[in-house]
Nanobody
Framework: EVQLVESGGGLVQSGGSLSVSCVASGFRFDDYALGWFRQAPGKEREAVACINNSDGSTSYPHSVKGRFTISSDNAKNTVYLQMNSLRPEDSAVYYC????????????????WGKGTLVTVSS
């Protein structure tokens, strides 16, 4: 059974930092690209960061570039998202995803998804 389990969400003040992690199981972690996405109430889901496990290349949207860093530990089947200089508009449920074509954050129906972890940034 494929599982992606996020953890580490919580409440943080504006300007602060937070790290979330996602432990994967049930598939060959090394073969997949991993990504973090978020969805705020009333808004569409958006990509936050993606990493290609085969070469370590990463992809970020302009809104988080320079503030967020994605990394993965293949030995632990875990992907991390370090978030710095957080803003209230970063508040959302953060989801971990895994997919064969996810290196540039392009999702497809066959991707695996976690249930999400809530990040709230207070002003």
């Amino acid at each position: 059974e494929v599982q992606l389990v996020e953890s580490g969400g919580g409440l943080v003040q504006s300007g602060g930092s937070l790290s979330v992690s996602c432990v994967a199981s049930g598939f060959r972690f090394d073969d997949y690209a991993l990504g973090w996405f978020r969805q705020a109430p009333g808004k569409e889901r958006e990509a936050v960061a993606c990493i290609n496990n085969s070469d370590g290349s990463t992809s970020y949207p302009h809104s988080v570039k320079g503030r967020f860093t994605i990394s993965s530990d293949n030995a632990k089947n875990t992907v991390y998202l370090q978030m710095n200089s957080l803003r209230p508009e970063d508040s959302a449920v953060y989801y971990c995803a895994a997919g064969l074509g996810l290196a540039h954050c392009y999702t497809s129906p066959g991707d695996y998804w976690g249930k999400g972890t809530l990040v709230t940034v207070s002003s």
